[in-house]
């Protein structure tokens, strides 16, 4: 595999590499390339392999609806991990949450009763199983105050988990003129719980929750008859339409599905379920990098060797549709030159890799060895080649 870097200053560095797709036009899959979905915005995301297998909108930001009760529960589930909630600590049922979330909403709700004390563990319940709007408003007062003041955390969360076109307004999803969320960033949020929190997990695949009396069915309907399926919402509301993130893991692949803006909860269960199938068979590994290999190399400055070799943490591989003849290209950025002494395993820059005009490999790059400071000599032949560049960027600039 050719391994080029690109000795910028203070700029994007990047490196292009055109993957080979040798024989695939004779075995083309007009089944597996020419799939579509009518979901308006669809994303679909093998989380094993970290491939994106189908993108439709997914960067649009959209009315998330109950889906953004994702980032209610992962604040919930952190501070549970903390050690600042625990299960049995209860909270009570306010005015404001019944009114606003509860019965008299005439949305979905827990059904708690008014001035009731409600355990955490109940309550995310009635959150993850029954969507309640009165036991979302109820964690996020508990926890931060107020729903506002809890809107502002579930922000401050995003950015550390890199939703960055998600804005939350409120902890369950009703309707807000600024509550915004991407099916990427949705999808990335599904499985960051998955993976972060592989005990409460599994609450999102309970099919039931009885409270007050009243019991109510999981609303997720893959739940029921779809092999695999352990999570994890839906939503609906009347600007955003019907909505889904859906994880199903089978045969030793978990993949990822959101839908949004879908006209009916029939066809966002069918969508899903189409989307789904193809995912689990119409596709084939190929590896673009073997572990430890060499992604490209990155240019030092005042170090003893003038260029770093990149490495990803593991194999880099990407799931292509069986058949498919898409150009693969990888590009590899960092803001370069580095300056020496560098660590091996430092964090350097970033490989993505586009699958036709899909992005669908995107992983971390790091130093694969030492690289200490040079002598004098070679400091100063480097703090010359320095001083040339930024004087023939000066003079480019007023060309």
Not at 200 to 215: A, G, L, Q, V
Not at 256 to 274: H, Q, Y
Not at 288 to 295: H, L, R
Request: with cysteine.
């Amino acid at each position: 595999m050719a391994r080029l870097a690109s000795p910028l200053k203070g700029v994007c560095a990047g490196l292009a590499l055109v993957v080979a797709a040798a024989g695939a036009a004779q075995a083309a899959s007009a089944a597996a390339k020419d799939f579509k979905t009518a979901a308006p915005i669809a994303y679909l995301y093998d989380v094993t392999s970290g491939s994106v297998l189908y993108a439709k909108q997914a960067d649009l930001p959209s009315p998330p609806a109950s889906m953004a009760t994702l980032m209610t529960v992962e604040l919930v589930f952190q501070a549970l991990d903390d050690g600042r909630l625990k299960p049995d600590q209860t909270f009570k049922i306010t005015e404001d949450a019944w009114r606003r979330g509860g019965a008299p909403s005439r949305g979905s709700a827990m059904f708690a009763k008014l001035n009731s004390e409600v355990a955490v563990a109940d309550l995310l319940r009635g959150v993850i199983v029954q969507s309640g709007g009165d036991a979302a408003i109820t964690l996020a007062a508990g926890l931060a105050g107020s729903e506002p003041a809890f809107a502002e955390l579930m922000n401050a969360r995003a950015r550390e988990l890199g939703l960055a076109r998600s804005t939350f307004r409120n902890a369950t999803g009703q309707p807000d003129p600024e509550q915004r969320m991407t099916a990427r960033d949705v999808a990335k949020l599904a499985e960051h719980l998955v993976r972060s929190y592989p005990d409460r997990y599994p609450t999102f695949r309970e099919p039931e929750f009885t409270w007050n009396k009243i019991s109510q069915r999981n609303r997720n309907p893959l739940l029921a008859d779809y092999a695999g399926a352990d999570g994890l919402k839906t939503g609906w509301t009347e600007d955003g339409g019907f909505s889904l993130v859906g994880s199903v893991f089978r045969d030793g692949r978990r993949l990822i599905v959101v839908l949004m803006g879908l006209e009916t909860a029939k066809a966002r269960s069918d969508e899903a379920r189409k989307l789904l199938d193809w995912g689990f068979t119409a596709f084939e590994e190929r590896q673009i990098f073997a572990a430890d290999e060499a992604v490209a190399e990155a240019r030092v400055f005042g170090g003893e060797r003038r260029y770093v070799p990149l490495v990803a943490s593991g194999p880099v591989a990407l799931l292509t549709p069986k058949g498919d003849d898409a150009r693969i290209v990888a590009r590899v950025t960092y803001d370069g030159p580095l300056q020496a002494p560098i660590a091996r395993g430092t964090r350097v820059g970033t490989l993505r890799v586009w699958r036709g005009e899909t992005l669908t490999v995107e992983t971390a790059l790091t130093a694969a060895e030492d690289v200490a400071v040079g002598d004098l000599g070679r400091r100063a032949v480097d703090g010359a080649l320095e001083l040339v560049g930024d004087l023939f960027g000066q003079v480019a600039a007023k060309i």
